[in-house]
């Protein structure tokens, strides 16, 4: 009995201090840094927000090195849940990342004597909060700051007090029709270092940050600081086995055949491997509509794989096996058989079904009736089709609507194998809002259960071909620019890259989409008279200069960097990409590298190639990587 009172004593009291404790609420997509004055506890509660029945998430827990301290994993469903995370001192600031899209809402508490501060995502909401939260942040001499958000239906305004003086900045924040517009203040300049009070206006949904300096609020005034980024340790061991081939790299590509400048700059971006759509109402009425540009592409960027979603007008997305669909199916597999070059044409009945339809009966029905209708086309096989299901939004977790914990990808996939498994060549899906640059290795997890899924056949490959056929930070028109447009794009594609490829189970890999359309600014490419490059556009040349076939094992000891080992017989490739702005000392080990004397070129911060210094003794190679950067080290083995 005494116990029993001692132990509920003992929770009373903890709760009382968690509720004394300076409290982050409703966070949902950004980074919070810590600063523990002594050895204390993080306190992490969260409760689900939108979908966490059908979505599993991950947050991260770095020191001060960057090196990863925690990750924690929450399965599927809609409880609440609780976790305490111990914070040593002495390894330096703190940082936990909340990777957006966030399903749940997390509250995050510690010590009274510790100091935090939270980097908002920008542009997407970043938190939930009551009406007048108020926060604190610095603004340093002689900068050029602006204040921004954007209304999502619950903050609706920003007011910024400046405290030495008691200057206001007020900002409204107006619906806008567009994702990507938003609203911006600038601040006054001053010769001197101020601290500004934000208070939020209106209860909800909020974004809000900062241009020009630092993007960091916190609770307090006095629990500002800026966080030292202490250089990181990377070590690479190579390994002697080839896990398979290296993935064929592209974009989706557009429905006609680009001008010079435009099919020029897709030369430089596009690999060996293609996304189109296919309308099924206008190939009946022009006939061969689709033959120039895919024979244009297959010749002129040597696309040998390509991947057909069938859809309508304006990419609609439900079709039914009725005879306009039929029509356009037999036109789509007519212009295959003339097409004079050789490949792979992987088809897909429809796009995102299991976002897309009513339910998994109704898409079933119509796959089965369109594959017998293939089957029946005697040239199909011969002139490369192949079939690919299910093109799916989303692979591990559901699509972005109601029921999604019915509608995975992986649920869905094993349901059409079991019905038609030896009838089906590949299994394709669509992987989005995977927007935080360390939750990228959730990449590497699809694919690997995508191949646990198809089963592995006596060589250990996939039974069946694994397209990531479409990705992008973002789904739809839900697009920042400061990803999009920026480095950020670059940093996020090479992570994807590395993750997906990394254990040599994938075919292929295509960023969607090409080239910006109207309010679609996703593409590698602006839609400007020049189609001029993108940071990831730029990026993807960087990777395809130095991209060879097979996929060499590798043991990487980071977190925030990602890399990827290729070789074709000597020749060698060791890709990275550092992924945080802290430096890291990185080292590879394996083979005798020294006495092929190794070359190494780095993609900087401002998407700019260059030479790269490094060492090489006792077969060990040893450079300092800048942050948010590539680097491509090559070799040719003796």
Not at 513 to 530: I, P, S, V
Not at 574 to 588: D, M, S, T, W, Y
Request: with cysteine; hydrophobic share 40%; proline share 5%.
């Amino acid at each position: 009995m005494l116990r029993a009172l001692l132990g509920l004593g003992a929770a009373l009291l903890a709760s009382l201090a968690l509720a004394d404790s300076p409290t982050w609420s409703g966070l949902r997509d950004g980074v919070l840094y810590l600063r523990p004055s002594a050895w204390e506890q993080l306190d992490i509660r969260w409760r689900p927000a939108w979908q966490a029945e059908a979505n599993h998430e991950q947050l991260y827990l770095l020191d001060g090195s960057g090196r990863l301290v925690r990750q924690l994993d929450i399965p599927p469903g809609g409880e609440r849940g609780e976790q305490r995370l111990d914070l040593p001192t002495g390894a330096g600031d703190y940082a936990l990342h909340v990777p957006g899209y966030s399903f749940r809402s997390y509250d995050v508490s510690h010590g009274e004597a510790s100091a935090s501060q939270f980097e908002p995502a920008k542009l997407h909401f970043c938190a939930e909060v009551g009406d007048g939260t108020q926060l604190y942040f610095r603004v340093g001499p002689d900068e050029n700051v602006q204040l921004a958000g954007k209304h999502y239906g619950g903050v609706h305004g920003l007011r910024a007090t400046r405290l030495s003086d008691g200057m206001q900045v007020e900002l409204a924040l107006k619906r806008h029709d567009a994702y990507a517009e938003y609203d911006k203040a600038s601040l006054p300049l001053s010769a001197r270092e101020e601290t500004w009070r934000l208070e939020l206006q209106g209860s909800g949904k909020a974004a809000f940050w900062l241009d020009g300096t630092a993007n960091l609020f916190a609770l307090s005034a006095k629990a500002l600081f800026r966080p030292q980024w202490q250089p990181g340790q990377v070590v690479l061991t190579l390994g002697d086995k080839d896990l398979g081939p290296a993935p064929r790299l592209g974009t989706a590509l557009p429905y006609g055949v680009p001008d010079a400048t435009g099919m020029q700059q897709l030369a430089t971006i596009n690999g060996k491997a293609g996304g189109y759509y296919s309308f099924v109402d206008v190939l009946p009425r022009q006939p061969q509509r689709e033959i120039a540009f895919r024979q244009a592409f297959q010749q002129q960027l040597g696309i040998d794989q390509d991947i057909t979603l069938l859809a309508g007008t304006g990419r609609r997305a439900v079709l039914d096996a009725d005879p306009q669909t039929f029509a356009g199916l037999d036109a789509w597999l007519a212009d295959s058989a003339r097409l004079p070059g050789k490949g792979l044409h992987y088809l897909a009945f429809a796009d995102e079904p299991n976002l897309n339809y009513p339910d998994y009966e109704s898409f079933a029905r119509y796959f089965d009736a369109m594959l017998q209708r293939v089957r029946a086309n005697p040239g199909a096989r011969a002139a490369g089709v192949r079939i690919a299901m299910p093109a799916s939004s989303r692979l591990l977790d559901g699509p972005f609507r109601p029921g999604a914990e019915q509608r995975r990808g992986l649920d869905w996939a094993r349901q059409l194998l079991a019905a038609h498994g030896d009838e089906i060549d590949a299994l394709a899906w669509h992987e989005w809002m995977q927007r935080d640059l360390l939750a990228t290795r959730r990449y590497r997890d699809s694919v690997r259960q995508a191949a646990d899924l198809v089963g592995l056949n006596l060589d250990g490959r996939p039974r069946k071909a694994l397209l990531l056929d479409q990705t992008n930070i973002s789904s739809g028109d839900s697009l920042s620019p400061y990803q999009q447009n920026s480095q950020y794009a670059a940093l996020w594609w090479a992570s994807v890259v590395f993750n997906a490829s990394q254990d040599g189970l994938l075919d292929m890999l295509l960023w969607f989409q090409a080239q910006d359309e109207d309010a679609y600014t996703k593409g590698m490419l602006r839609e400007d008279a020049a189609a001029s490059p993108k940071p990831v556009a730029l990026a993807q040349h960087f990777l395809l200069q130095h991209w060879l076939g097979h996929v060499q094992a590798l043991d990487n000891s980071a977190f925030e960097v990602d890399a990827l080992a290729l070789r074709d017989g000597k020749r060698h490739s060791l890709l990275g990409v550092n992924k945080g702005v802290r430096q890291q000392a990185v080292e590879v080990a394996g083979g005798a590298l020294c006495a092929a004397r190794p070359s190494l070129r780095l993609f900087d911060s401002q998407g700019l190639e260059r030479d790269w210094p490094l060492t090489c003794e006792n077969d060990r190679a040893r450079f300092d990587l800048p942050g948010e950067s590539l680097f491509a080290l090559r070799w040719e083995a003796t």
